[in-house]
């Protein structure tokens, strides 16, 4: 089980730190990361890191503005997001898998999801 939080409204040019901790089994050999998905718009990658600490960012959304990190001691992945823009605004989804991929399905673990609102 996964469990995101630190969703929340910010306006624009604000920072959030998005948490996930992960429950019910052993992820740390697992990827993990952050998918978000708009309105009206599908799932999309945002990012993943590996349990060895390899990360890989999205090359569209939110490069260079964001940082995932993870605590296998305590199964956490954490988003830090900052100069956050109105197009940000999205629900945030923790997921966890076997491969490093961008491909939402490639995870077959999702959390509940954290909304994430940034206002102009």
């Known amino acids: 089980q996964l469990q995101a939080s630190g969703g929340g409204l910010v306006q624009a040019g604000g920072s959030l730190r998005l948490s996930c901790a992960a429950s019910?089994?052993?992820?740390?050999?697992?990827?993990m990361g952050w998918f978000r998905q708009a309105p009206g718009k599908e799932r999309e990658f945002v990012a993943v890191?590996?349990?060895?600490?390899?990360?890989?960012y999205s090359e569209t959304s939110m490069k260079g503005r964001i940082t995932i990190s993870r605590d296998n001691a305590k199964n956490t992945v954490d988003l830090q997001m900052n100069s956050l823009k109105p197009e940000d605004t999205a629900v945030y989804y923790c997921?966890?898998?076997?491969?490093?991929?961008?491909?939402?399905?490639?995870?077959?673990?999702w959390g509940q999801g954290t909304q994430v609102t940034v206002s102009s």
């Open positions: 019910g089994r052993t992820f740390s050999r697992y990827v």
């Open positions: 997921v966890a898998g076997f491969v490093l991929s961008t491909t939402p399905s490639t995870y077959p673990y």
């Open positions: 890191i590996t349990w060895g600490g390899t990360s890989t």
